[in-house]
């Protein structure tokens, strides 16, 4: 059983005269995981926001290295199980579902 302890996603746009920076930072706890998403756009005060979501709210959360891994998966089986859906978490920090 493969479980995603913490994960870290950064992201820079070069675009003058305000350059961007995205940064997400997930991390898992006994109680579920916590998100926070760090906007910082040219030299204005970074934005931060937190999500937090239970363990029942995160059961079978496919995180981004554990998708890669689900994909090589299938394209070796040659095969998509049909129904197959998992809670996922949007570039804007949400709670979503992927459907394969």
Do not use: W
């Not at 995205?22 to 906007?39: A, D, E, R």
């Not at 709210?57 to 981004?64: K, Y």
């Not at 040659?78 to 949400?94: H, M, N, W």
């Amino acid at each position: 059983q493969l479980e995603t302890l913490e994960q870290e996603e950064q992201e820079c746009l070069e675009i003058r005269p305000h350059p961007t920076e995205k940064s997400t930072h997930m991390v898992s706890h006994q109680h579920g995981i916590t998100v926070t998403k760090t906007l910082q756009e040219g030299e204005a005060e970074p934005r931060c926001q937190n999500f937090s979501y239970s363990q029942a709210e995160v059961r079978g959360l496919l995180l981004e290295g554990t998708s890669l891994l689900l994909l090589r998966v299938l394209a070796r089986r040659q095969t998509v199980p049909p129904g197959l859906v998992f809670p996922v978490i949007d570039t804007e920090g949400q709670l979503c579902t992927s459907s394969y």
